[in-house]
């Protein structure tokens, strides 16, 4: 081995995005290339940007003591979510690369088929690894705990230590931009395919420790989840009385407990047999890639329901805020979530029925999927019965939560055709398969969590989102959905295959036209986010709403001030009923200062989280590109900084309770200068989160 | 707030109301992971029984495995609970941190005993042409046993790092929490090598 190939491992000037241009300037590998360069000039551009602006303004420091290093859950939570939004920009603009490329892609197009293979190998796996679930995550850890009436996560370090985990990741999948290529074998990465023998390159690795460092951060919010819901709650907050978002976080992270290790083993045997030489999936010598086939959808079938349930979470809370009505079935809406979490674990072989088990087999696991419909079924009654009679206002969350039950019923009906076997034959690995998923992940995944950050926006950073750039991005996303994939059955019903790069039948054309259209429209909607955010933040002195409670709901989070302040709450709240916090306004006896205040401890910051996601995406990169020095050094710092972690005593401080008392009352002073505003002018300057008491009243008989 | 049992939901252990719970919950959530880690064993052994005849014409349980060898690392790892075992009775009643320290110790000297003979098992199977590139069985095999002897590795690690902060700071309430969590790693280590034992060797061979 000469000292280059020690110091840089396979690292060389081949892999430039540019240099197969530069070699060999074709037509096609100067397209390409000229795409591939300027994603990474664009990631460099972004991340020298954003550095630039730091220096420029001084917040290094700020950045490092208030956010990198903080351990509060609701930002981690806040973080969290950037993170998604940042990687949900990236995949979204692959996204309509591939379709102008298939709408194109009459006879050739002008993406070669290895370029397309990285566009929806990398679409798949950010957008479930690193938009997906970093929403998800945020948004749970920014709700749950205030849900719940507790101060902080049952771990808080090990919290910050999962969000370093999953940027390490997502850092991993943004660097294969700029060195060397990314896996071409989709998201799912199945051997053989995605072995040494057709796959030499660094490809499959990147895949495979980017998906590994996500997967390893989301068992730790899992169990931290599930111990905080368990230990945490409120005095009086019995299981029966948690909030329904509470709920399905707790069914989520016990998914993730028990869903998350399939996932491990199957990327790390894949990595043996990559690295080592074992014979787990290879063709030859005893290998049988089944094993990763039941393997990766032990995992990825209860994936979808991870994905799924905080979703239903979150339209539990939206529709009965804004159809001014508690919600209907609570116990059948916790009986259904409880009933999906048990079920997802029993249908992943319907993402394989084609591959030869008996027909018994397939039936047995066509009844199984069939039989999710049920549960789910249940939740749509519910939603609709709690708009019944109710006031509802067509605010952002709502009208996502709208299309969402036309749209997601849709993409439920499709799912049902799907899990029956001898119609699965027909259209598996189609088009149909495509729009199936993306009907249900769009409007029940995306629209949710969507619904959410509009809806909890204002609790974390205490104004409300401008409603008509919302409005206007939700409307974008609910057309545009429908103009992108509805054509995508019909033409999975054709016989167009997924993943392909060209075609040479006349006939798809149209209906890739339109699914071109309607993923422009998406793209629109996503520009629609931005300049609302930026237009909120421009007039956020407007839209203030700092007695904390904009939408006169009823779950505890709503009953401290917005933002709320980083212990949560000044004193513990005790729980009585259900929908805590609209019971006390009912009774008059929210906003009443509590007798006695006490010191808080709350954990310092720590930068356990910061140093791991360093060292852990240095130690994947130097496995991807076997620079094994590298390797050593990061797993030893890893090694040795959860050894210091450990030595560490004083890892409290203490808030007195002089200041509490003091942040307390200047709130409740703001409170009572408020003046409170009816439903009707909710997204009206004068919310400024003080909901009309009486109107209350009203709701309650 | 005493006597009412909705004070205190779920499974705080303690009637503790405004503090919270710290030792059940990170017992608990120790629990938890260890629940997730049976996963990840689980999933390897229904591997290795998929791959255990995927020879490829190379070498089998017959061939490859020593019981003798075997035996000894059993007794070794069974011992090394037990005497674990008494550590964290010594922890409960109190018995000085020397006590501690010293069934540690001894637990540490078993691991060691079973680790060796673990690599020299191997090193006799890559002799004998079994090595994890050869066949599917192998590499099921090496994939199960060895992530079996990395755990006790690292638990290996995770106890000379408690022995030394007894040694240098004495017994407070996070190295209490670190043995009691520690002693729930090394008996699920055991549950799973007597898994291993019973269907990996003992399966192998007859």
């Given at each position: 081995?000469s000292?280059?190939?020690?110091?840089?491992?396979?690292?060389?000037?081949?892999?430039l995005?540019?240099?197969?241009?530069?070699?060999?300037?074709?037509?096609?590998?100067?397209?390409?290339?000229?795409?591939?360069?300027?994603a990474?000039?664009?990631?460099?551009?972004?991340?020298?940007?954003?550095?630039?602006?730091?220096?420029?303004?001084?917040?290094?420091?700020?950045?490092?003591?208030?956010?990198?290093?903080?351990?509060?859950?609701?930002?981690?939570?806040?973080?969290?979510?950037?993170?998604?939004?940042?990687?949900?920009?990236?995949?979204l603009?692959?996204?309509?690369?591939?379709?102008?490329?298939?709408?194109f892609g009459?006879?050739?197009g002008?993406?070669?088929p290895?370029?397309?293979?990285e566009?929806?190998?990398?679409?798949?796996?950010?957008?479930?690894?690193?938009?997906?679930?970093?929403?998800?995550?945020?948004?749970?850890?920014?709700?749950?705990?205030?849900?719940?009436?507790?101060?902080?996560?049952?771990?808080?370090?090990m919290?910050?230590?999962?969000?370093?985990?999953?940027?390490?990741?997502?850092?991993?999948?943004?660097?294969s931009?700029?060195?060397?290529?990314?896996?071409?074998?989709?998201?799912?990465?199945?051997?053989?395919?995605?072995?040494?023998?057709?796959?030499?390159?660094?490809?499959?690795?990147?895949?495979i420790?980017?998906?590994?460092?996500?997967?390893i951060?989301?068992?730790?919010?899992?169990?931290n989840?599930?111990?905080?819901?368990?230990?945490?709650?409120?005095?009086?907050?019995?299981?029966?009385?948690m909030?329904?978002?509470?709920?399905?976080?707790?069914?989520?992270?016990?998914?993730?407990?028990?869903?998350?290790?399939?996932?491990?083993?199957?990327?790390?045997?894949?990595?043996?047999?990559?690295?080592?030489?074992?014979?787990?999936?290879?063709?030859?010598?005893?290998?049988?890639?089944?094993?990763?086939?039941?393997?990766?959808?032990l995992?990825?079938?209860?994936?979808?329901?991870?994905?799924?349930?905080?979703?239903?979470?979150?339209?539990?809370?939206v529709?009965?805020?804004?159809?001014?009505k508690?919600?209907?079935?609570?116990?059948?809406?916790?009986?259904?979530?409880?009933?999906?979490?048990?079920?997802?674990?029993?249908?992943?072989?319907?993402?394989f029925?084609?591959?030869?088990?008996?027909?018994?087999?397939?039936a047995?696991?066509?009844?199984a999927?069939?039989?999710?419909g049920?549960?789910?079924?249940?939740?749509?009654?519910?939603?609709?019965?709690?708009?019944?009679?109710?006031?509802?206002?067509?605010?952002?969350?709502?009208?996502?939560?709208?299309?969402?039950?036309?749209?997601?019923?849709?993409?439920?009906?499709?799912g049902?055709?799907?899990?029956?076997?001898?119609?699965?034959?027909?259209?598996?690995?189609?088009?149909?398969?495509?729009?199936h998923?993306?009907?249900?992940?769009i409007?029940?995944?995306?629209?949710?969590?969507?619904?959410?950050?509009?809806?909890?926006?204002?609790?974390?950073?205490?104004?409300?989102?401008?409603?008509?750039?919302?409005?206007?991005?939700?409307?974008?996303?609910?057309?545009?959905?429908?103009f992108?994939?509805?054509?995508?059955y019909?033409?999975?019903?054709?016989?167009?295959?997924r993943?392909?790069?060209?075609?040479?039948?006349?006939?798809?054309?149209?209906?890739?036209?339109?699914?071109?259209?309607?993923?422009?429209?998406?793209?629109?909607?996503?520009?629609?986010?931005?300049?609302?955010l930026?237009?909120?933040?421009?007039?956020?002195?407007?839209n203030?709403?700092?007695a904390?409670?904009?939408?006169?709901?009823?779950?505890?989070e709503?009953?401290?001030a917005?933002?709320a302040?980083?212990?949560?709450f000044a004193?513990?709240?005790?729980?009585?009923?259900?929908?805590?916090?609209?019971?006390?306004?009912?009774?008059?006896?929210?906003?009443?200062?509590?007798?006695?205040?006490?010191?808080?401890?709350?954990?310092?910051?720590?930068?356990?989280?910061?140093?791991?996601?360093?060292?852990?995406?240095?130690?994947?990169?130097?496995?991807?590109?076997h620079?094994?020095?590298?390797?050593?050094i990061?797993?030893?710092?890893?090694?040795?900084?959860?050894?210091?972690?450990?030595?560490?005593?004083?890892?409290?401080?203490?808030?007195?309770?002089?200041?509490?008392?003091e942040?307390?009352?200047?709130?409740?002073?703001?409170?009572?200068?408020?003046?409170?505003?009816s439903?009707?002018?909710?997204?009206?300057?004068?919310n400024?989160?003080?909901?009309?008491?009486?109107?209350?009243?009203?709701?309650?008989e | 707030?005493?006597g009412?049992?909705?004070?205190?939901?779920?499974?705080?252990l303690?009637?503790?109301?405004?503090?919270?719970?710290?030792e059940?919950?990170?017992m608990?959530?120790?629990?938890?992971?260890?629940?997730?880690?049976?996963i990840?064993?689980?999933?390897?052994f229904?591997?290795?029984?998929?791959?255990?005849?995927a020879?490829?014409?190379?070498?089998?349980?017959?061939?490859?495995?020593?019981?003798?060898?075997?035996?000894?690392?059993?007794?070794a790892?069974?011992?090394?609970?037990f005497?674990?075992?008494?550590a964290?009775?010594?922890?409960?009643?109190?018995?000085?941190?020397?006590?501690?320290?010293?069934?540690?110790?001894?637990?540490?000297?078993?691991?060691?005993?079973?680790?060796?003979?673990?690599v020299?098992?191997?090193?006799?199977?890559?002799?004998?042409?079994?090595?994890p590139?050869?066949s599917?069985?192998?590499?099921?095999?090496?994939?199960?046993?060895?992530?079996?002897?990395?755990?006790?590795?690292?638990?290996?690690?995770w106890?000379?790092?408690?022995?030394?902060?007894?040694?240098?700071?004495?017994?407070?309430?996070?190295?209490?929490?670190?043995?009691?969590?520690l002693?729930l790693?090394?008996h699920?280590?055991?549950?799973?090598?007597?898994?291993?034992?019973?269907?990996?060797?003992?399966g192998?061979l007859?």
């Open positions: 081995m000292l280059t190939q020690f110091i840089f491992g396979r690292l060389s000037l081949h892999s995005p540019f240099w197969s241009a530069i070699q060999h300037p074709t037509i096609e590998n100067i397209v390409n290339d000229t795409i591939a360069s300027g990474a000039s664009m990631v460099i551009v972004g991340a020298v940007a954003t550095a630039g602006l730091i220096t420029y303004f001084g917040k290094w420091r700020y950045l490092w003591t208030e956010w990198l290093t903080s351990v509060d859950h609701k930002r981690i939570g806040i973080m969290y979510i950037v993170v998604a939004f940042v990687m949900l920009s990236r995949a603009i692959e996204a309509v690369l591939m379709r102008t490329q298939q709408a009459l006879g050739g002008f993406l070669s290895e370029h397309f293979g566009l929806f190998s990398t679409h798949g796996t950010i957008m479930i690894f690193f938009m997906a679930m970093p929403f998800l995550i945020g948004l749970i850890n920014f709700v749950m705990p205030q849900q719940i009436g507790t101060r902080d996560v049952s771990f808080p370090v919290n910050s230590i999962s969000l370093g985990l999953t940027v390490a990741g997502a850092m991993l999948v943004m660097i931009l700029v060195v060397g290529k990314f896996s071409t074998g989709g998201w799912s990465g199945y051997p053989p395919y995605t072995e040494t023998t057709f796959n030499p390159g660094v490809g499959p690795d990147y895949w420790w980017a998906v590994s460092l996500s997967g951060g989301t068992m730790l919010t899992g169990i989840f599930a111990v905080t819901i368990y230990k945490r709650r409120a005095p009086g907050m019995t299981l029966m009385r909030p329904l978002f509470t709920w399905t976080a707790l069914c989520t992270s016990i998914l993730m407990i028990f869903a998350m290790p399939p996932l491990t083993v199957a990327t790390v045997l894949l990595a043996l047999d990559r690295y080592l030489g074992f014979h787990f999936f290879t063709n030859g010598l005893g290998g049988n890639m089944m094993n990763f086939a039941n393997l990766f959808w995992f990825g079938h209860p994936e979808v329901y991870i994905l799924i349930l905080p979703a239903f979470g979150v339209y539990s809370e529709i009965p805020a804004f159809s001014g508690i919600i209907y079935g609570y116990t059948s809406l916790v009986l259904a979530t409880m009933v999906i979490a048990l079920l997802s674990f029993t249908v992943w072989l319907h993402h029925f084609t591959m030869g088990q008996s027909a018994a087999v397939n047995t696991f066509g009844i999927t069939m039989m999710i049920i549960p789910t079924g249940v939740k749509i009654y519910d939603w609709m019965l709690t708009m019944v009679r109710g006031r509802i206002r067509f605010t952002v969350p709502m009208v996502y939560s709208l299309g969402f039950m036309m749209l997601f019923v849709i993409g439920g009906m499709s049902i055709i799907l899990a029956n076997p001898s119609i699965d034959y027909q259209v598996h690995n189609t088009l149909f398969l495509v729009a998923f993306h009907n249900v992940l409007p029940g995944l995306l629209f949710g969590m969507l619904a959410g950050y509009h809806f909890w926006f204002p609790k974390a950073f205490g104004f409300r989102l401008n409603e008509r750039w919302g409005m206007a991005s939700a409307l974008c996303w609910i057309f545009g959905f429908m992108a994939f509805f054509p995508l019909a033409l999975g019903l054709l016989g167009f295959p993943r392909t790069v060209a075609f040479y039948n006349p006939i798809y054309v149209p209906y890739l036209a339109i699914a071109l259209f309607g993923g422009v429209i998406i793209l629109a909607a996503l520009a629609c986010l931005v300049i609302q930026v237009v909120s933040v421009i007039q956020r002195d407007q203030r709403v700092p904390g409670d904009p939408w006169n709901a009823s779950a505890l709503w009953s401290v917005a933002p302040p980083e212990y949560n004193v513990l709240p005790e729980v009585t009923a259900r929908d805590a916090f609209m019971v006390a306004k009912e009774h008059g006896t929210a906003y009443l200062p509590p007798e006695r205040f006490t010191d808080i401890e709350m954990p310092k910051n720590s930068p356990m989280g910061m140093i791991l996601c360093i060292t852990g995406a240095f130690a994947a990169f130097g496995l991807v590109w620079i094994w020095w590298m390797v050593g990061a797993m030893l710092a890893t090694i040795g900084a959860m050894i210091w972690h450990g030595s560490l005593r004083d890892y409290e401080r203490i808030i007195p309770a002089q200041e509490i008392r942040d307390y009352m200047r709130w409740l002073k703001l409170v009572h200068d408020a003046h409170p505003v439903r009707d002018h909710e997204i009206e300057h004068d400024a989160g003080l909901a009309d008491l009486h109107e209350t009243m009203e709701a309650a | 707030m005493s009412n049992t909705l004070d205190n939901p779920g499974f705080r303690r009637a503790s109301y405004h503090h919270v719970d710290r059940g919950e990170v608990f959530g120790f629990w938890v992971f260890l629940m997730s880690d049976a990840i064993f689980g999933l390897i229904a591997t290795y029984a998929t791959m255990v005849r020879t490829a014409g190379g070498p089998g349980p017959k061939q490859l495995f020593d019981i003798g060898s075997v035996a000894i690392e059993t007794s790892l069974l011992l090394s609970s005497t674990y075992g008494l964290s009775l010594a922890l409960r009643y109190h018995a000085g941190r020397w006590a501690v320290i010293a069934w540690l110790a001894v637990t540490l000297v078993l691991a060691f005993v079973f680790l060796w003979f673990e020299h098992d191997f090193l006799t199977m890559f002799a004998h042409g079994g090595s590139d050869r599917g069985f192998t590499s099921a095999f090496f994939g199960l046993v060895p992530l079996h002897g990395l755990h006790v590795t690292s638990g290996c690690i106890m000379v790092v408690l022995i030394v902060r007894m040694l240098r700071k004495g017994i407070d309430e996070d190295v209490r929490l670190g043995v009691q969590r002693a790693f090394w699920f280590l055991d549950i799973v090598w007597i898994a291993i034992f019973s269907l990996v060797y003992l192998g007859v």
